[in-house]
Each structure stands twice: as C-alpha cells, then as structure tokens.
C-alpha cells in the first residue's frame, strides 16, 4: 500500500470529519468487485435505496464520500455536474466512513447544496464488498447485472458514461485516483471470520430474531431448526440481511427505540454476513438450533372466542390474481369489542396476506362490493367508547399470523341485524 501525505489534509481535519490525515492511491491490493450484491441503504432524508429494482436507467454510478473532505467535495461537484448531462443515470454517494451519522449526511448535502443522495452505509457492508477504498472514488454499474463496469476517479466515470450513452461497453474499466483512505477493518479481520461460532455468535441471534417465524408450523417459507438447514439457505440469508428484507422489521430504528424491536443490530448482521462469507463454518459440539427446535402453535394468542370460516377460493395455476371479498358471517347476533384475530390459512402456500374488516350491514350471504368493504374498514374504540377512523379487525401479512391492538384499543365488531 502506498501512503503518503496530501498537502491541504490538515485544513480537511479541521472540519473534524475524518480522523486521519492519510490519503493513497488506489490499491491494487484491494479487490474490486466484478459485480455488487444488492443492498438496502438509507440517504440522508431517510429514504432507502437498493440497486436490484433500477431496470430502467441506463447505469448506476455510486460515489465514496466522507463527509467534510475537500477531495470528497470536489468529486461530489463533479458527479452534480454529470447527473445534469445523464438524466437517464442513477447518481448516488455511498458514506461508509466509521461512526457517520445521517444527521451528518444531510447538514452535508445542505452546505454543498447536493441533490445527489448520501447514503449511509453504517455496517460498511456495501463498501465493503464493492471494494472501496478511497473517498471520491466513483463505480459504474450495469443495471440488472450490478456489474462494475468502470472504478476510478470521477472523470473516467464520465467518459464511461458518455461511451454507455453513445450505446459503447466502457473502454477504459479502471483509472487511478486518489483521496482520502476510508478505513475498513473487518477487510483486515478476513482470517479471524472464519472462527465467528456457528454455535455461540450465530445460533442465538437466529433464535432471538429469526425462528419466532422460520419453526415448523411459523409464517416464515424454511424452518431454521438445525445447521444444516441455516447453511443451505446462508447465501439467502447473506442477501436478506443486506437488502434489509429480513426480519420484516418496517420502522426507521434510528428515529426512536421501540419496545419489541424486531431488528437486527449492525452488528449482528455483520457477524452473520461474514460468518456466510467465511463459509458458514461450523465447530461441532451440540447444535443449539436443533436442541430448541419449536413447532409454532396453532393459534398464537390461544385458542380465540370465536372462529369463523372464509369460503374457500379456487386459484389458477398461474397469472395474476384480484384482491378478492370474501364474506364470513358471524352467526351470532352480539356486538363485541375485539382485541386480537388470527388467521389460519387452508394452504399456506397459496396465501400471502389477508386484510379483514367489519361491514355493518353487510348482506348475510353472497359478496361484499369493494366500496361497502372500503366505507367499513372497521372502527377502533377505548373499552366501550368508539373512537373516529377507519380500523381493522385483523390482517395476516407476510411476517405477521396475529394482529393484536394495543393496551385499551379494541374493534368494534357490531352484532348482525337480521
Ligand atoms: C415476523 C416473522 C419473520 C421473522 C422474525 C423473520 N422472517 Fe424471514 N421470512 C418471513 C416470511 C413471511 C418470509 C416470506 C416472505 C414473502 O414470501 O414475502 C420470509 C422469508 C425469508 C427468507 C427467504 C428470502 C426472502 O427474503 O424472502 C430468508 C432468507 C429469511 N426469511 C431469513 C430470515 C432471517 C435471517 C431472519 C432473522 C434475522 C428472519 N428471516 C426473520 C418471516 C419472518
């Protein structure tokens, strides 16, 4: 690795944003990628972005950036300025640097005056395996493939972009650049991956985050109920962590805590992303997945008050399917205050979610129109007293059997005229 000291670093320190006042030159020693895994990242207004669903752009261009840093910043100006000329183009920034926050990114993009979005990539996976290595240093992706097409400095990536939209393969792949280091430590851990303990570091999150839903029985596709299960879908499980899709966990984690937190910490998708990369090893001794292996009960919140049946529906082997309305009649006449529903699907494989609501009103036999269905979406209330707004008697959705409202929350369910 050559190091050596940029003039003008010392300014950039000031600023406080970076801890080193080292810059090299691209590293040959660090592996770029050929092509990137997808992931799931936040920008600095919140919003996520993944590289899998831009089919319709004609490349991606992502940019490293530590925020503060003048080579960062002029780079940045740089790729403002290509975004102008390529409209048909992905921009996006990648912050991988240690400890940023996005409250950083966005003060950022305010005084630079950016519209490019500044994602931050605070388990340094996306960095990581894209082989960044530098701040400034821009990748040309094809869409679809996620192949890196071009790495280098901004000005290549501008003349890979030209070739891109006069229909070319890039000429030039590769040019050096150069900027302020971006520190990757677990690049230097490689070794050390390959003792993370399938046993004492991966089993107990599986447990703790993952087999509430993923046991025989659960709503999630696999039972993780040994190693050999978790090893043959390990690829899978690599990509749902870094895409974010699992565990189906929706609220923003860095806005509040929330009790029940379903999410994953950073670092517990590092230590089962690497542990996946260094093979899903595993050390012997008893499996602890096997040993608690659980079957989901049949109603999770007890048996219920009262069970109604949904008609069945018939469905063709392929195409798209319509939302459909189903009626199922309560045959008693009482009114109640509901606080928990569940649903209990006929064929799981067939069902991916069901919305229930209440229809007053509703006729006792046949279906309900869309409109009847959406005017009476339910009603929640506190114990007796109705409360405005459109609620819901229950759901069953991807990641979520049950549906229980909050202390003092209940449903109006009003009994059948009949
Ligand atoms: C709240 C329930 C729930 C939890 C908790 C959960 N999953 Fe899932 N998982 C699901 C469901 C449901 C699906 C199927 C998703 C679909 O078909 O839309 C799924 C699918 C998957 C898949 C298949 C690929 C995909 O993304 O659809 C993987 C891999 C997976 N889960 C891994 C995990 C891991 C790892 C954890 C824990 C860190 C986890 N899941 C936690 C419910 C859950």
Request: hydrophobic share 40%; proline share 6%.
């Amino acid at each position: 690795m050559r190091i050596r000291i940029l003039a003008g670093v010392a300014a950039v320190a000031i600023v406080g944003a970076i801890g080193t006042a080292v810059a090299y030159k691209v590293d040959d020693k660090i592996q770029v990628a050929a092509a990137v895994d997808d992931f799931r990242l936040a920008d600095h207004e919140g919003f996520a972005h993944s590289l899998r669903r831009l089919n319709d752009v004609d490349a991606v261009v992502l940019l490293s950036h530590i925020n503060g840093d003048a080579g960062s910043r002029t780079a940045a100006k740089a790729l403002e300025l290509l975004k102008t000329k390529y409209p048909k183009v992905e921009f996006m920034m990648l912050n991988s640097a240690l400890g940023a926050t996005r409250d950083q990114n966005a003060a950022e993009a305010k005084v630079q005056g950016l519209t490019i979005p500044i994602l931050q990539d605070e388990h340094q996976l996306a960095g990581e395996q894209l082989g960044v290595s530098y701040a400034g240093e821009a990748f040309v992706l094809q869409p679809r493939t996620l192949k890196v097409l071009y790495h280098g400095n901004v000005d290549g990536a501008g003349k890979a972009l030209a070739d891109i939209a006069a229909g070319k393969m890039p000429s030039v792949a590769k040019m050096e650049g150069s900027g302020t280091e971006i520190a990757f430590p677990e690049r230097q851990r490689r070794a050390q991956h390959a003792q993370i303990s399938y046993e004492k570091d991966v089993a107990p999150i599986l447990m703790a985050k993952c087999v509430s839903c993923h046991q025989d029985g659960g709503i999630g596709p696999f039972a993780m109920k040994d190693y050999a299960v978790v090893k043959g879908f390990a690829p899978m499980i690599r990509e749902a962590l870094r895409t974010d899709s699992m565990p189906p966990w929706y609220p923003d984690t860095s806005a509040m805590k929330l009790k029940h937190d379903g999410s994953l910490s950073n670092e517990q998708i590092k230590t089962i992303v690497h542990w996946v990369e260094a093979g899903a090893p595993r050390a012997g001794g008893p499996d602890p997945l096997a040993a608690v292996a659980t079957v989901a009960p049949e109603w999770p919140n007890g048996k219920p008050d009262l069970i109604l049946n949904i008609p069945s529906h018939e469905l063709p082997a392929s195409g798209v399917v319509d939302y459909q309305t189903k009626i199922a009649s309560d045959p008693t006449t009482k009114s109640r205050w509901v606080k928990a529903s569940a649903f209990l699907p006929g064929d799981r494989r067939a069902v991916h979610h069901i919305l229930a609501g209440h229809i007053p009103g509703k006729p006792l036999e046949g279906p309900a129109s869309m409109s009847q269905w959406q005017n009476s979406y339910g009603q929640y209330g506190t114990g007796g007293r109705r409360l405005g707004g459109a609620g819901r008697v229950g759901r069953r959705a991807a990641g979520k059997r049950s549906y229980g409202l909050p202390d003092a929350l209940y449903a109006l369910w009003q009994g059948e005229r009949r």
